[in-house]
């Protein structure tokens, strides 16, 4: 079938069409449903229920350009408003035992598991991503709420430590709840980096006021509800919504935490905000990730998995690859199998399974992406693969593109890009590969592959980035919940996961109880005598190995 021949969208109509380069593919067998199937005014006034605001606003979705849904819009009032609101909630909820709060999640996670057709679709429409990219959300809300509720309350019980006197100081280590986090989510994840980041915050006992993306809050403001529906009092959720430089200021300057995760210069000014009041923040930024293909690795496999690291959510993923780093010996091979299954991927707007990738987000995603392939071929890059937009499948569709020859002053060799494009280079040793590959500010994600798993994880441990996959792009790392992850250098400060990614949310507090003998002179020792005391228990301590 030729372009001319595919099938025409009209209206909101989200079609079941496909495309593999330019060549459109029947549509799916599991028919046609429209944005007004899914997004319907009663959905709408149920979801927007949980947002403090008094104006009004819409988002869109990407795969028509056309509006989702009519939203409130908060102005600074409404953002005190929710602080307050969240501050009352939270007094109460964090004097709920913790088992009762963790049990909240685990209820959360068979409620996502059970309804994942309701926001797969809300995911979809919203982003513009395929389904499967938007299953990985669903995938990785349930291993976070499953996991914290399972292990917070080990993370925060009481912990009791050496004292200064052994026998004679009792020292115990609490875990206090920050109070209320202000957390500003993005657009590219709108479930798992919107409420997953959100759960460990409320299992320590915090409140939390989200500013979700205005484009992809009915996601977000989906998973607050089922929250509320799994036991979550509801004032302890506040949403509010509104243009970023005007409502994120607001948030931080409220908080008494701050949870950011978007572009490193956004962080930047959320940072300043977070010290200005001296307070806490975790921020999880930029990325310009590398993949390396060592000389002996699986030349098939490192190809279907690039396809997969540098492509899922069309590259909108802050720890997708978009440097290619790959010996020179199996170099054309490994390109020759790469552009080819880049070549087959199928374009499409179905609410269904079947496409292999989706929409760019905007016009703004769309405008990046192609100034810098354009950027690039100008000065000289070869174009293996894509490189054009594609208005025939959707306003923001952009195919996916392998550029080679890429040198630096090109933009594409050194900004982060967020699109559907990666360029290729060639090196000849590991210790090359290590330091092209950390030749970057960025450090947030980076992948190995070799048949030696040795090999791979003594390359993996030189790379500077907060998380390594080794044979495999990013989900390896990202899914396993127990380990920390986030950035090193301009990628951000501090962890998601594992005991970093709640015990951030909370303040520790040290009670230190003396028993029997003060830290003082005592039994008729003078002043002198007390010293040589101490001084002689000192040497004891570390002659029996005392910590």
Known sequence: MTDSQAPE????????TTTTGTNPLAPTPLGVRTAADVVTPELVAQLTKGV?????????????????????????????????AARRAQAVWERTPVRERAA????????????????????????????????????????????????????????RHAGAMP?????????????????IAPWNYPLELSVGDALPAFVAGNAVVMKPDTETCLTALWARDLLVEAGLPADVFQVVLGEGPVIGPEVVRHADYVSFTGSTRTGRE??????????????????????????????????AGAVRAC????????????????????ADAFLERFAARTRAMRLGTALAYGADMGSLVGERQLETVTRH??????????????????????????????????TEPMSVCTEETFGPVVSIYRFTTDDEAVELANSTP??????????????????????????????????????????PMGGMKQSGLGRRHGSEGILKYTEAQTVAQQRLLPMAPALGMDDEKYAEFMSRSLRLMKAFRFR
């Open 9 to 16: 969208k009209t209206g909101t109509e989200i079609s079941g």
């Open 373 to 406: 392939v354009e950027e690039a071929v100008a000065k000289g890059a070869r174009l293996v693969a894509g490189g054009v937009a594609r208005p025939d499948v959707g306003p923001y569709f952009f195919e996916p593109t392998i550029l080679d020859g890429v």
């Open 52 to 84: 403090t605001g008094s104006g009004r606003t819409a988002n869109h979705t990407p795969f028509t350009g056309e509006k989702l849904a009519d939203l409130p819009e908060s102005t600074p009032d409404d953002v005190l408003k929710a602080f307050e």
């Open 104 to 159: 909240v999640l685990l209820r959360f996670h068979d409620l996502v598991l059970e309804r994942q057709a309701e926001v797969l679709d809300l995911i979809q429409l919203e982003t513009g991503k395929a389904r499967l990219h938007a299953h990985e959300e669903v995938q990785a809300v349930a291993v976070a709420a499953r996991h914290y509720g399972r292990k917070a309350p080990s993370y925060l019980r009481p912990k």
């Open 311 to 330: 492509f899922s959510s069309a590259g909108q993923l802050c720890i997708s690859i978009e440097r290619l780093y790959v010996h020179e010996s199996v």
């Open 442 to 483: 960025y450090g947030l994600n980076s992948s190995v592959w070799t048949k030696d798993g040795r090999r791979g994880r003594e390359v993996a441990s030189r790379l500077r980035t907060g998380t390594v996959n080794v044979n495999e792009g990013y989900a390896p790392a990202y899914g396993s919940v127990q380990s």
């Open 270 to 303: 959320v940072a300043q905000g977070a010290a200005a009041r001296l307070v806490g923040v975790s921020l999880e930024l930029g990325g310009k990730n590398a993949m390396l293909v060592l000389e002996d690795a699986d030349i098939e496999k490192a190809a």
């Open 167 to 183: 026998t004679l100081t009792k020292v115990t280590e609490l875990r206090h709840p920050r109070g209320v986090v202000g957390q």
